[in-house]
Every structure is written in structure tokens, then in C-alpha cells.
């Protein structure tokens, strides 16, 4: 019987785990000037970790250079309306003679 309860209480802690995280995506969006405002961080296309630089639905970035804390690369993005591209440089050619 112990163990039925044991069982039970650790999924309903795994529930209520849950439910915290579907409400951590409410306290991304504020309201501003009598309007709705979604924000987000912006990842490092590199490694997938938070960088500084947070950004806003209405928010419009062209060629920017986007620079990682963690993997100390600069990665140059476009942003429009939430969604982000990554910006491919070529490499440099060397020169022949």
C-alpha cells in the first residue's frame, strides 16, 4: 500500500512540475501601452543557450550581429515578427598568384 501512495504522490508531483512550465510561457507576454507584447530570448544558433538580447513581437533586426557569451561566437541573424534566420557568411578565399 506504501508504495501505491509513493507512486501516486511522485506523479502528482510530476504534474504540478508541468503545469509550472505551460505557466512559465504566460510571463512571457506583458502588457504595454494597452497592448499585448510577446518576448522572447533569443538562442545561440551554435549552441542553443540564452544569449542577452531578448526581443518582441513587434521587434524587426537585419543583419545583426548576434554574440554568444558561452561559445564566444558572433553569428550575424535577421528577426521578423518572432522568427529568426541565420545568416550564412562565406568563407574567405584565399589568393592566388
Known amino acids: 500500500m506504501a508504495y501505491i ?5 511522485y506523479k ?6 508541468c503545469s509550472y ?3 512559465s510561457s504566460q510571463q512571457n507576454i506583458k502588457e504595454r501601452d494597452g497592448k499585448v507584447c ?4 533569443i538562442l545561440c544558433p551554435v549552441c542553443g543557450n540564452k ?5 518582441r ?6 543583419n545583426f550581429p548576434l ?3 558561452k561559445c564566444k561566437q558572433e553569428t550575424i541573424i535577421n528577426v521578423k515578427q518572432l522568427k ?3 545568416i550564412k557568411e562565406p568563407d574567405a578565399k584565399t589568393q592566388s598568384r
Open 38 to 41: 510577446k518576448y522572447e530570448w
Open 5 to 9: 501512495f509513493k507512486k501516486v504522490a
Open 12 to 17: 502528482r508531483r510530476l504534474l504540478n512540475i
Open 67 to 69: 554574440f554568444c557569451p
Open 84 to 86: 529568426i534566420s541565420v
Open 51 to 55: 544569449t542577452r538580447v531578448k526581443i
Open 21 to 23: 512550465k505551460n505557466d
Open 57 to 62: 513581437d513587434d521587434t524587426v533586426l537585419a
